[in-house]
């Protein structure tokens, strides 16, 4: 989970209804002489009547299909549909994988992305963003009884199990860890409570997600970041007066409590703010 690049750590780190649904109207961006489609207006959109959405669809809990065959749904899904229906408009989702998601938003297959789009300095030179609706932090995960560490400094010395290919491998040996390679979370969680590491790092929704699924009372949060990674939804640059409705709507379900209730029910907790 959250395998693309996240803004967690400023230096240390730069750090988710219908399948491929084809509508009648063309998009709404038209395609620039570069190749690269227009902005859009949030009028474009409504006289559209849908809202192109560009997301994985396999990215669970963000975006996925339930059971692997069932309809997309997830975090990332809900809050757009929720967001579309505030505009006036039906959301139509686009799916793609991962490495052509902002090849697809600038050809104009679809209008925005939502899929766990972290907002960092490079990608807000090339793209507009709408108000952050995740918000998340780096987490050292260890034992339930575990008293040692308490902070990312108590990782020197200590033994921790990370994937080599992500961003909490470096941050764990910048931290003096030595790493035990794994595939993913669930395998360090096995050998964390084996005791054959003493922890792991990895990104809060991560750990959230997981005792959402199955709680385990036998691992804990001993310590997380200051810094904060912000996913948000991405659009064309040219956009403003969209991104101004998309804002807008997003602000009336965090008051009516929308963003809360779509929070807990993959979360157990608020992760919107």
């Known amino acids: 989970m959250k395998r693309q690049i996240i803004a967690l750590m400023t230096t240390a780190l730069l750090a988710l209804t219908v399948t491929g649904c084809s509508g009648s109207s063309e998009p709404s961006g038209s395609p620039a002489a570069s190749g690269t489609a227009t902005g859009l207006t949030l009028q474009q959109v409504q006289d559209a009547g849908v809202l192109?959405?560009?997301?994985?669809?396999?990215?669970k809990p963000f975006s996925?299909?339930?059971?692997?065959?069932?309809?997309?749904?997830?975090?990332?899904?809900?809050?757009?549909?929720?967001?579309?229906?505030?505009?006036?408009?039906?959301?139509?989702?686009?799916?793609?994988?991962?490495?052509?998601?902002?090849?697809?938003?600038?050809?104009?297959?679809?209008?925005?992305?939502?899929?766990?789009?972290?907002?960092?300095?490079?990608?807000?030179?090339?793209?507009?963003?709408?108000?952050?609706?995740?918000?998340s932090t780096g987490v050292v995960v260890t034992q339930a009884g575990n008293t040692d560490i308490t902070s990312f400094e108590d990782l020197k010395g200590k033994s921790t199990a990370q994937s080599l290919t992500s961003n909490w491998y470096q941050l764990t040996k910048d931290a003096g860890a030595n790493v035990q390679a794994v595939e993913g979370w669930a395998q360090a969680i096995t050998l964390l409570k084996q005791g054959r590491v003493d922890a792991t790092v990895n990104d809060k929704l991560t750990y959230l997600d997981s005792q959402t699924t199955k709680q385990d009372d036998g691992i804990k949060i001993a310590a997380e970041t200051a810094e904060k990674s912000l996913s948000a939804m991405a659009f064309r640059k040219g956009s403003g007066d969209l991104v101004e409705a998309v804002d807008k709507a997003l602000d009336e379900l965090s008051a009516d409590g929308t963003l809360s209730k779509i929070s807990e029910k993959y979360f157990g907790a608020d992760v919107t703010k």
């Open 64 to 135: 996925f299909h339930e059971g692997g065959t069932g309809p997309l749904t997830g975090f990332d899904v809900e809050i757009v549909t929720a967001v579309a229906q505030k505009l006036g408009v039906e959301p139509q989702f686009e799916e793609t994988q991962f490495d052509g998601i902002f090849a697809g938003l600038e050809a104009g297959r679809f209008d925005v992305i939502a899929n766990q789009i972290s907002i960092t300095p490079a990608r807000e030179a090339t793209y507009e963003f709408s108000k952050p609706y995740t918000v």
């Open 52 to 59: 192109k959405v560009g997301t994985e669809g396999t990215y």
